[in-house]
């Protein structure tokens, strides 16, 4: 154990970093590999959610394409006509 502690002190003397010698290296493989795991693993679950809250799309019967501004009319609620007018149907003083 003492060799080892020894050898590496001199090997820190006349050891220096560059750009050929510093590596992510196998950890820095596996950090990234893990990383990618998870994000495959995180989209599915999200399609799979999204999927079920769209539901199956289907079909029953066809749909009038000429009737359509009239469907969408019906469903946005009406604006009062007169802005001053209140929910209870008083007109404001």
Do not use: H, W
């Amino acid at each position: 154990m003492n060799t080892l502690l020894a050898s590496a002190a001199a090997n820190t003397t006349t050891f220096t970093l560059d750009k050929y010698t510093v590596t992510p290296g196998v950890l820095g493989f596996l950090v990234i590999f893990f990383i990618g795991v998870c994000l495959y693993l995180l989209m599915r679950s999200m399609t799979s959610r999204l999927n079920a809250v769209r539901g199956v799309r289907t079909i029953d019967e066809p749909v009038d394409v000429a009737a359509a501004p009239i469907l969408i009319e019906a469903d946005t609620p009406q604006a009062p006509k007169n802005p001053a007018d209140t929910a209870d149907g008083e007109a404001k003083a």
